[in-house]
């Protein structure tokens, strides 16, 4: 079973905002490189050969798991002023989750693949296609 990472999304309001984000990155990499997209952090996971055997990473929007990435790499790597770092190498696809609520942390945390939130168009066929406040209201009121 893979195992997955959890991180807050600093900075997005919503999964709108991190699909713009990549989408804007992904237009400045150099043509013909590979599609993908890249987060750095300052840790390199020590669990990193689970990750990359089918792990996801899971991104908490407004206190709630709201959606993962597939992790492709974990690349660690020293950037120009001499401090180690790691790459994480994802898919550009964001696949919204259904929501789970979750607090504030600094760094990531491991998550087993049983306690993943499911992929939200597997567990609600239809919902996907919703905007985004409409399921958090929907949610909200108890009716999704």
């Given amino acids: 079973m893979p195992l997955h990472l959890v991180k ?4 997005c309001d919503g999964i709108a905002d991190l699909e713009d984000w990549i989408r804007e990155r992904l237009a400045k990499r150099p043509k013909g490189s590979p599609r993908e997209h890249a987060h750095v952090t300052r840790m390199v996971p020590k669990r990193a050969d689970e990750l990359i055997a089918g792990g996801s990473l899971y991104w908490v929007i407004r206190g709630e798991i709201a959606c993962r990435q597939t992790l492709l ?8 002023d001499g401090v180690g770092r790691c790459r994480l190498v ?3 696809d964001v696949v919204p989750v259904v929501p ?3 607090r504030a942390f600094q760094g990531w945390r491991y998550l087993a693949a049983a306690e993943a939130p499911a992929d939200l168009d597997r567990a609600a066929p239809g919902t996907q296609a919703m905007p985004e406040e409409m399921r958090r ?8």
Avoid at 8 to 11: E, F, I, K, P, S
Avoid at 73 to 80: A, I, L, M, Q, W
Avoid at 139 to 144: C, D, K, M, V
């Fill in 90 to 92: 994802l898919a550009p």
């Fill in 100 to 102: 789970r609520p979750h």
């Fill in 137 to 144: 209201e929907l949610r909200t009121l108890g009716l999704l």
């Fill in 73 to 80: 790499r974990v690349t660690p790597f020293v950037d120009d």
């Fill in 8 to 11: 807050l999304c600093v900075g």
